[in-house]
T-cell receptor, first 112, second 109 residues
Framework: EAQVTQNPRYLITVTGKKLTVTCSQN?????MSWYRQDPGLGLRQIYY???????DKGDVPEGYKVSRKEKRNFPLILESPSPNQTSLYFC???????????FGSGTRLTVV | DAKTTQPPSMDCAEGRAANLPCNHS???????VYWYRQIHSQGPQYIIH???NNETNEMASLIITEDRKSSTLILPHATLRDTAVYYC??????????FGTGTRLQVFP
């Protein structure tokens, strides 16, 4: 089944403890992207990648890092999480061209 | 800031057509209009996209005005499962997508 898989689905962590949210797609898509969703603010793009080793900032990149060493994987790294990064996170991918994104099921992160 | 404007909420009776409007008056010539929807806190689901011609797929139809300043997503026979938040998005730059706050569609029996 074609899908975007995020792990973990739920995570509670403490301030300052580095964490990684993994994202993997099995559709050979070139483009991948990370979003966060907060009440009243909608979906905001964190980072996106147009191919291996090509990444760019979205609207809210501060406090996050990404890497794209392989085509299928696009992990989101929080080096020193803070409570304002408590949010629902989505990873998405699409093929080159004009098609739409396929989204993962989300990761609900709580930083205490 | 989002480049699209949508009403915050709409209601539709089950079985009737749901027509969701979107204003994108600053759209440029090579920008596509995309529609997604999000049910509860699930990942958004791609619905349809278009440039200037009307488009139809198994989920919906997209009507884009001739001047491309607005569009309408049509769900021809809404069901309760179509209750969701619908996002109209204009693709800017390469992949820097900007989601607005969308339209919350409530389908009632």
């Amino acid at each position: 089944e074609a899908q975007v898989t995020q792990n973990p689905r739920y995570l509670i962590t403490v301030t300052g403890k580095k964490l990684t949210v993994t994202c993997s797609q099995n559709m050979n898509h070139e483009y991948m992207s990370w979003y966060r969703q907060d009440p009243g603010l909608g979906l905001r793009q964190i980072y996106y990648s147009m191919n291996v080793e090509v990444t760019d900032k979205g609207d809210v990149p501060e406090g996050y890092k990404v890497s794209r060493k392989e085509k299928r994987n696009f992990p989101l790294i929080l080096e020193s999480p803070s409570p304002n990064q408590t949010s629902l996170y989505f990873c998405a991918s699409r093929s080159a061209g004009i098609g739409g994104y396929t989204f993962g099921s989300g990761t609900r992160l709580t930083v205490v | 800031d989002a480049k699209t404007t949508q009403p915050p909420s709409m209601d539709c009776a089950e079985g009737r057509a749901a027509n969701l409007p979107c204003n994108h008056s600053t759209i440029s010539g090579n920008e596509y209009v995309y529609w997604y929807r999000q049910i509860h806190s699930q990942g958004p689901q791609y619905i349809i996209h278009g440039l200037k011609n009307n488009e139809t797929n198994e989920m919906a139809s997209l009507i884009i005005t001739e001047d491309r300043k607005s569009s309408t997503l049509i769900l021809p026979h809404a069901t309760l499962r179509d209750t969701a938040v619908y996002y109209c998005i204009v693709r800017v730059d390469t992949d820097k997508l900007i989601f607005g706050t969308g339209t919350r569609l409530q389908v009632f029996p």
